[in-house]
Nanobody, 115 residues
Framework: QVQLVESGGGLVQPGGSLRLSCAAS??????KGWYRQAPGKERELVAE???????NYADSVKGRFTISRDNANNTVNLQMNSLKPEDTAVYYC???????????WGKGTLVTVSS
């Protein structure tokens, strides 16, 4: 059974930092990353590792967010610095199955940036 379990969300003041983690299990994955969905908006890509191992970032987070991974523990992390109110959203971990190409999703973790 494929499982993606996120942790690390919460309330932070503007300019602060948070670190999200996602533990993936149940199959082999070709891609992993993070999306987010703000109230009233569509889900958007935040950052990801491609199947070739390179990284993609949304323009809005470049220079502030860093994606990393621990292959031994099959986790993918998102370090978020210099947070802004517009970063407020539910953040979803995703991973693409290597064998079947299916995108799997975590349940999401809420990040609120507010003073």
């Amino acid at each position: 059974q494929v499982q993606l379990v996120e942790s690390g969300g919460g309330l932070v003041q503007p300019g602060g930092s948070l670190r999200l983690s996602c533990a993936a299990s149940g199959t082999t994955f070709s891609k992993k990353g993070w999306y987010r969905q703000a109230p009233g908006k569509e889900r958007e890509l935040v950052a990801e590792f491609t199947s070739g191992g390179s990284t993609n970032y949304a323009d809005s987070v470049k220079g502030r967010f860093t994606i990393s991974r621990d292959n031994a523990n099959n986790t993918v992390n998102l370090q978020m610095n210099s947070l802004k109110p517009e970063d407020t959203a539910v953040y979803y971990c995703y991973a693409k199955g290597y064998w079947n190409g299916i995108n799997y999703w975590g349940k999401g973790t809420l990040v609120t940036v507010s003073s």
